[in-house]
């Protein structure tokens, strides 16, 4: 007999299919948008239900291709927690599952390797608060050091990695790329975009040649604070770009 007011294994089907849906969606947004490294990164999100259970795309999959139904279950270590002939990375999942396994709140995580982010990621200065985009992550982006290629063994860098993000929503990886996460997947998303926006202002505005711009320390304090940070933060950016994918890619729903 199910618990008074808990979900019912329809009710977990149906919010499992969702994820699923978005999380297919993100993926071709990330391929529209150039943000993605060909086969590699990846964008985890958790599934609802018992245990440590995750979606990741297919290793060796480009991100136009992926769908509803080529994602893969995983558990906490990046191993297949379904029966699939798909292929899967637990290497890739190093970063994800240790966020995930220490962020309670990071329901989604997405990491990129972009031109733009990586780029930043390589600056000793970071992120420039120069543009009102950029200025919503002012003193809120967690910063973590290059200790080479993450893989499962470097138990110790995971720790690192996990005190350096804190509760911050956003984290450049020095000389490595950019990492997000969110209490849903339009959450993620949003934040990851618009770092990634911030990013590439950044690197137009110094390509000029000219010296940059920096308000006050009060007024980037102040536009800071102008910035919402409701419970449904990215839902209606989110929503916009789904009609546009239903429309113009609805086989990700597949």
């Known amino acids: 007999m199910s618990t008074p007011g808990a979900p019912t294994p329809q009710d977990i089907a149906t919010a499992t299919q969702r994820l699923r849906e978005d999380l297919a969606l993100a993926y071709r947004l990330f391929a529209h948008l150039d943000m993605t490294d060909t086969v590699y ?22 991100f136009e291709e992926i769908t509803a139904s080529s994602l893969v279950e995983v558990d906490a270590r990046g191993q297949p927690a379904q029966p699939t002939t798909m292929p899967v990375n637990p290497a890739g999942f190093v970063i994800h599952s240790a966020v995930h396994g220490r962020r309670p709140d990071a329901a989604c995580v997405m990491h990129t390797h972009t031109l733009a982010g990586m780029a930043i990621a390589a600056q000793q200065g970071g992120l420039l608060p120069i543009n009102q985009i950029s200025m919503e992550f002012y003193n809120a982006v967690a910063v973590h050091e290059y200790e080479g290629i993450a893989e499962d063994r470097n138990l110790s860098e995971r720790e690192r990695l996990v005190r350096d993000l804190g509760d911050h929503k956003v984290m450049i990886l020095k000389n490595h790329g950019l990492l997000s996460v969110g209490r849903t997947i339009a959450e993620a998303f949003y934040y990851m975009y ?5 990013c590439r202002i950044q690197l137009a505005a ?4 000219q010296p940059l ?8 304090a102040h536009v800071r604070s102008q910035f919402s940070t409701g419970a449904d933060k990215g839902e209606m950016l989110w929503n916009a770009l789904r009609r546009k994918m239903q429309r113009e890619q609805p086989d990700y729903m597949t």
């Open 41 to 62: 990164t990846h964008l985890s999100v958790r599934l609802p239900g018992p245990g440590h259970r995750f979606l990741v795309n297919p290793y060796g999959y480009l």
């Open 194 to 198: 618009y770092l990634e926006q911030a």
């Open 206 to 209: 110094q390509s000029g040649g």
């Open 213 to 220: 711009s920096i308000p006050s320390p009060q007024m980037l």
